[in-house]
């Protein structure tokens, strides 16, 4: 290898390092974020001397973005110049603009037909759910609809964010480069109800991808202030918490942080009391559930053959292969799960679909 490649080599490497942290400090935002770092860069130094040394003695908490080395970040593109960051995006970082009172919202005027219709799209997403009507109207008067043409672009990839968006019609492509010498690569469609967009006003991050529309599509457009003073604190709250328990999921660690992220805003959550039935042997299937809290049973001809917890997964096997349930679940104590609808699951699950199939085989000597 010579100078110019191991230059490259250290660079990716030390790259690596740094979009990591400063996508972790933007997410969790640490009133001292000083240390915050240096915390981080010791942790990772250790885990660094670990896997040097093949020791198997000491075990780190780490993120589920650092458990994998080969994750891609939401920020791909090499950390601008500290030069180069927006003033605006950097101090919304601090607080200095994301203070309530010093809030005005825009408002948009629309027909009456038009907020209902952007109200229909509101219900079915997940960050909007838990507003109340006073916070719903804002976020409607705020709202802008745009329209786009069979081709045209509606965010790139490492630009800055000013709005996310919701799919009123029409279909649009999602795009990722996974690194500046490959193509870009389609890894999901948005449809008519779906969010995009919201990423890089989450986590004052970059466009983690490029979306492209591929028909006449028709979007509402909220911007970031908005977005800032009503919705991005619960909303940053709600993530954090499902990353906490996808992180426990071991298949889940194959994914990248994006899809985890898009699992993440699919997720619904349940609870049920002690001998409650999640799901019945012989009925359709079209939930994948995922364990939170508590212990349930995998019941045969009312015989216990598996037991689930935190971490632990299924209803897998009816939706893989459009079969009935083949088993029951019920909760032995008090439980919460979460779980993904069958749209959901087929459209965000595609990463890990090989994997589930896969672990399947391992319930055929109870199925059969």
Partial sequence: MNNKDKFANYKAKVNDVIQNMIYELFKKQPENYIDWMIEYLEVRRAKHHVKATQSQQ????????????????????????????????????????????????????????????????LNGVFMFQALDQN?????????????????????????????LYVVAQGQLDCFRRFSKDQEPKLIKQYQSGDMFGELALLYNAPRAASIQSNTESV???????????????????????????????????SIDSYEKTQICDGLKEQHFKAQDYIIKEGEEGNKFYIVVKGTLIALKQNEEVLRYQSGDYFGELALLNQVPRQATIQAETDS?????????FIRLIGPIENILTRNAENYKKFVN
């Fill in 58 to 121: 000491i075990t780190y908490h780490i993120s589920s973005e650092e458990e994998n080395q080969d994750d891609v970040d939401e920020m791909e593109k090499t950390i601008k110049k500290e030069q180069q960051f927006r003033t605006s995006v950097s101090a919304e970082v601090y607080g200095l603009y994301n203070k309530k009172e010093d809030f005005k919202p825009r408002v948009i005027p629309k027909s009456q037909d038009l907020r209902e219709r952007i109200e229909n799209k």
């Fill in 135 to 163: 916070e719903r109207n804002i976020i409607i008067d705020a709202m802008e609809e745009k329209h786009f043409n069979p081709g045209d672009w509606i965010i790139n990839q490492g630009d800055d964010g000013n709005e």
């Fill in 219 to 253: 979007l509402f457009a909220l911007d970031r202030s908005t977005f800032n003073a009503i919705v991005k604190e619960a909303t940053i709250k709600r993530r954090e918490h499902y990353e906490d328990v996808l992180s426990k999921v071991e298949i889940l660690k």
């Fill in 336 to 344: 919460v799960v979460v779980y993904l609808d069958y749209q959901a």
